[in-house]
């Protein structure tokens, strides 16, 4: 299957496919804090324009990955937070590992050193993808947020660039 999984740049033509993936993300309860997809604009605006791709099978849109910065202090700036999502339609086939082991690549050519990642304890998928391809956890961030009235913690993890010291 893998063979027939393209990762390629993210356009703005993507967007509609990408936005249905998030939104099934958001369905689970378990993928964000976030409620509602954002427009393009907003979604545009808010992620690195050189750290977004997606995965296709044949023509379709299957999952996404992109980097947003940590902050807009300069001395972040190689400092990204990691989005990933897979449509369940299409969990289980090496999606998931193949946008972050290339977002991964993307992001040392881009200048980035660190890669940071919060996911809800629940998801313990995202959790193990993350520690397959060298992030670490860093720890449990307790009561972080509030989702529907409820407290909710994230684990923290990071991935440190081998390409530190070399920038």
């Known amino acids: 299957m893998e063979g027939s999984i393209k990762i390629e740049k993210m356009h703005s033509d993507d967007w509609e496919a ?15 804090f976030q409620k509602e997809a954002p427009s393009w604009e907003e979604w545009d605006s808010g992620h690195n ?10 023509e379709e849109v ?5 980097l947003s910065p940590v902050s807009t202090r300069s001395v972040y700036a190689g400092v990204g937070e990691v989005s990933v999502y ?3 339609k299409h969990n289980g086939k090496g999606i998931g590992s193949l946008l972050l082991k290339s977002l991964i690549e993307l992001s040392e050519q881009n200048g980035f050193w660190t890669l ?5 304890p629940e ?4 959790i193990r993808l993350h520690k397959k391809h060298g992030f670490r956890e860093m720890g449990r961030r307790e009561r972080i947020g509030k989702m529907d ?9 990071e991935r440190r660039s081998r390409l530190v010291g070399d920038q």
């Open 116 to 120: 940071q990642s919060s996911i809800f």
């Open 18 to 32: 990408v936005r249905a993936i998030y939104l099934e993300g958001i369905a689970t309860g378990h993928a964000t």
């Open 123 to 126: 998801n313990t998928g995202s």
């Open 86 to 88: 897979v449509s369940p």
């Open 49 to 58: 324009a050189e750290c977004r791709i997606v995965a296709r099978i044949e």
């Open 149 to 157: 009235g409820v407290w909710r913690d994230t684990i923290l993890l």
């Open 62 to 66: 299957v999952g996404w990955a992109a």
